[in-house]
């Protein structure tokens, strides 16, 4: 069995994060040594001596530019696909692996034939007893976030449970999966391309897990940058489209264009309005349009599973301690959730 590790490195990232995250890997309970890809984004002379000396067993793949999380991810993952590994851990540089962690998600992996990503279960570093995610949620117009992030994590999970979508931070992922639905989505860039990659997994017949045996501590932390808006409105509506069935864009779009009424409110009150303008302004530029005609051709080219049968694992709320709001949590979330419940009902009654 070949099993390879993606570790993606943009700048002083490395000097920050490598030490912990590469010793977890050394001291792993496992006899399948896996190999260490490490992708240096915008290297220099001085970050590559850096990773030579600080990871000499590790292949290192420099680019000149940062190409983004979603491209640095890939560069590696093409490699280990045309080399014929069975399996790939996409494993973020400021996390760390429990010493029984690749084996509980290759359990899993060779367990059930059909999963194409299995997530470890990610708790917070240095609170190890708060979680950061036991999956992640997809809301039915695009969001996606964390489930149950900083709630205590305090009951025994033996078994794996379905979710919409893996996080990126640690994933496992099945090289025959990824040969059908394809990498990441490189025009995402940053956000979003595992919620892509999920949703394209489950219209193919795959499903996404998440391990609770298998445990990963990530030193995460909310930004609230100006450029992160624009990259998560963007892909969050770039994603319903490409994935979406038409009667689902038909029955959801009065919903997506309520919230992008409500966000442009939001975003201009909160100092965002800017970045929020210009994800418009790139699905309207026509430029983009051939990209987003083959996106969604793509997409819906590897679909075996009809929506009715994906969408229960969507949800019609928001739930996530970062972004809480009263407006949120009493008048939004139950407007969209009563929606969603109507649409699911649609879609499952015409069986698309």
């Given at each position: 069995?070949?099993?390879?590790?993606v570790?993606?490195?943009?700048?002083?990232?490395?000097?920050?994060?490598?030490?912990?995250?590469?010793?977890?890997?050394?001291?792993?309970?496992?006899?399948?040594?896996?190999?260490?890809?490490?992708?240096?984004?915008?290297?220099?002379?001085?970050?590559?001596?850096?990773?030579?000396?600080?990871?000499?067993?590790?292949?290192?793949?420099?680019?000149?530019?940062?190409?983004?999380?979603?491209?640095?991810?890939?560069?590696?993952?093409?490699?280990?696909?045309?080399?014929?590994?069975?399996?790939?851990?996409?494993?973020?540089?400021?996390?760390?692996?429990?010493?029984?962690?690749?084996?509980?998600?290759?359990?899993?992996?060779?367990?059930?034939?059909?999963?194409?990503?299995?997530?470890?279960?990610?708790?917070?570093?240095?609170?190890?007893?708060?979680?950061?995610?036991?999956?992640?949620?997809?809301?039915?117009?695009?969001?996606?976030?964390?489930?149950?992030?900083?709630?205590?994590?305090?009951?025994?999970?033996?078994?794996?449970?379905?979710?919409?979508?893996?996080?990126?931070?640690?994933?496992?992922?099945?090289?025959?999966?990824?040969?059908?639905?394809?990498?990441?989505?490189?025009?995402?860039?940053?956000?979003?391309?595992?919620?892509?990659?999920?949703?394209?997994?489950?219209?193919?017949?795959?499903?996404?897990?998440m391990?609770?045996?298998?445990?990963?501590?990530?030193?995460?932390?909310?930004?609230?940058?100006?450029?992160?808006?624009?990259?998560m409105?963007?892909?969050?509506?770039i994603?319903?489209?490409?994935?979406?069935?038409?009667?689902?864009?038909?029955?959801?779009?009065?919903?997506?264009?309520?919230?992008?009424?409500?966000?442009?409110?939001?975003?201009?009150?909160?100092?965002?309005?800017?970045?929020?303008?210009?994800?418009?302004?790139?699905?309207?530029?026509?430029?983009?349009?051939?990209y987003?005609?083959?996106?969604?051709?793509?997409?819906?080219?590897?679909?075996?599973?009809?929506?009715?049968?994906?969408?229960?694992?969507?949800?019609?709320?928001?739930?996530?301690?970062?972004?809480?709001?009263?407006?949120l949590?009493?008048?939004?979330?139950?407007?969209?959730?009563?929606?969603?419940?109507?649409?699911?009902m649609?879609?499952?009654?015409?069986?698309?």
């Open positions: 069995m070949k099993i390879g590790i570790l993606v490195n943009y700048k002083d990232y490395a000097e920050r994060f490598l030490a912990p995250c590469l010793e977890s890997i050394r001291t792993l309970d496992t006899e399948i040594k896996p190999d260490i890809f490490i992708v240096d984004n915008a290297s220099t002379a001085e970050s590559m001596a850096y990773l030579q000396a600080a990871a000499p067993e590790a292949r290192l793949i420099l680019n000149i530019n940062n190409d983004g999380f979603a491209k640095g991810n890939n560069d590696a993952m093409r490699v280990m696909l045309e080399e014929g590994y069975d399996y790939i851990l996409l494993l973020n540089m400021d996390a760390s692996l429990a010493p029984n962690a690749l084996v509980e998600l290759v359990s899993v992996a060779e367990n059930i034939q059909k999963a194409g990503a299995i997530q470890a279960r990610l708790m917070l570093d240095p609170e190890r007893k708060l979680i950061n995610s036991v999956g992640n949620a997809t809301h039915f117009l695009g969001f996606g976030y964390c489930l149950r992030y900083r709630e205590k994590y305090d009951e025994v999970l033996a078994e794996s449970v379905d979710i919409a979508y893996p996080s990126g931070a640690c994933v496992l992922l099945r090289s025959s999966a990824l040969k059908t639905v394809g990498l990441f989505d490189e025009e995402f860039w940053m956000y979003n391309e595992d919620q892509d990659l999920g949703w394209r997994l489950w219209l193919a017949g795959y499903t996404c897990l391990a609770p045996s298998a445990v990963a501590y990530h030193q995460y932390e909310f930004s609230r940058s100006q450029s992160k808006y624009y990259w409105e963007r892909n969050r509506l994603a319903a489209w490409k994935n979406y069935s038409a009667l689902s864009l038909l029955l959801f779009f009065p919903a997506l264009l309520a919230m992008e009424i409500g966000m442009s409110f939001f975003s201009i009150r909160s100092g965002w309005f800017k970045e929020k303008f210009k994800a418009w302004l790139y699905l309207f530029n026509p430029q983009h349009w051939p987003l005609r083959e996106a969604r051709k793509s997409a819906q080219t590897v679909r075996q599973v009809p929506d009715y049968k994906i969408l229960p694992l969507f949800s019609g709320r928001i739930w996530y301690q970062e972004i809480d709001h009263p407006l949590r009493y008048a939004a979330n139950p407007i969209f959730s009563a929606y969603f419940s109507i649409g699911k649609i879609i499952k009654a015409l069986k698309q």
